[in-house]
């Protein structure tokens, strides 16, 4: 559940908010996604780039705010929802971006790895970052394997409390996320498949291989994981996968 308007923290350095826009890389006419819109401050320089904005707001009186903002702004559109139900109805968009209640980071994550888009810039909560991003340790852990392999993954910038108002508990990290293309992403992706209909699968598209070639292969793993679902294993088990299947990643 995403935040109500009195839980959330408004990004209000317009220094960061101005990197922030840079990193985006936004285009004239590309489809903008903002989740979280807030109070319009980052809105109003994504307006400023000729791309059309959608900004998905989940608090009523925050939504009415942004109307009267944007009254009159041809490229701008002010939505009432929440931010992972709008992705979940396939509306595209080209670029999102978003500073992220922790509660949706890790399930905007899932959503984003079976969407299409060019680039995400998310603030996301540091601690959140260092699970992101760990390979070792007490951090790491399923979610660090799966959206390292399915995302290429870049912090951009620290973000302290003093950015925002009211002032969250924690620091922040913005990061860049753009989807990675071939086998074993295909193969993570595919949460509700058996391993070995979704690993065969992931084979024939990305290597080439019969479906023959690729069931040959598929049994190279013990009988306990291919019957298995991929939301199901654990991350030795999709490290065994990887290594036996599409490589170990390099």
Do not use: W
């Not at 809105?43 to 942004?66: F, M, N, P, Q, S």
């Not at 701008?76 to 509306?91: A, N, P």
């Not at 970052?129 to 993954?153: D, P």
């Not at 293309?181 to 949460?191: A, K, P, T, W, Y």
């Amino acid at each position: 559940m995403e935040k109500s308007g009195s839980d959330q923290h408004f990004m209000t350095d317009e220094k960061i908010i101005k990197e922030i826009l840079k990193s985006a890389g936004i285009k004239r006419g590309d489809v903008v996604l903002e989740i979280g819109a807030g109070t319009g401050n980052l809105t109003k320089h994504l307006a400023g780039t000729g791309a059309y904005i959608y900004a998905v707001e989940i608090d009523t009186e925050l939504c009415r705010e942004l109307r009267k903002r944007f009254k009159g702004v041809r490229n701008v559109r002010v939505i009432e929802e929440e931010g992972l139900k709008y992705i979940d109805k396939g509306r595209r968009f080209d670029v999102l971006v978003s500073n992220l209640p922790y509660s949706i980071c890790e399930p905007l994550l899932r959503r984003l790895s079976r969407t299409e888009f060019r680039k995400a810039i998310l603030t996301v909560p540091k601690l959140f970052y260092l699970r992101l991003s760990a390979t070792e340790g007490n951090l790491y852990s399923r979610m660090s394997f799966v959206f390292s392999r399915v995302f290429r993954i870049e912090k951009l910038m620290d973000v302290p409390r003093e950015a925002f108002e009211p002032r969250p508990r924690t620091d922040s990290v913005v990061i860049g996320i753009e989807r990675r293309r071939g086998g074993i992403q295909d193969f993570l992706i595919r949460e509700r498949m058996l391993v070995k209909n979704a690993a065969r699968e992931a084979l024939c598209r990305h290597s080439g291989m019969t479906k023959r070639e690729a069931r040959s292969v598929v049994l190279r793993l013990p009988g306990e994981i291919l019957e298995k679902r991929v939301g199901e294993l654990r991350v030795e088990e999709l490290e065994m996968v990887e290594m036996e299947l599409f490589g170990k990643k390099g």
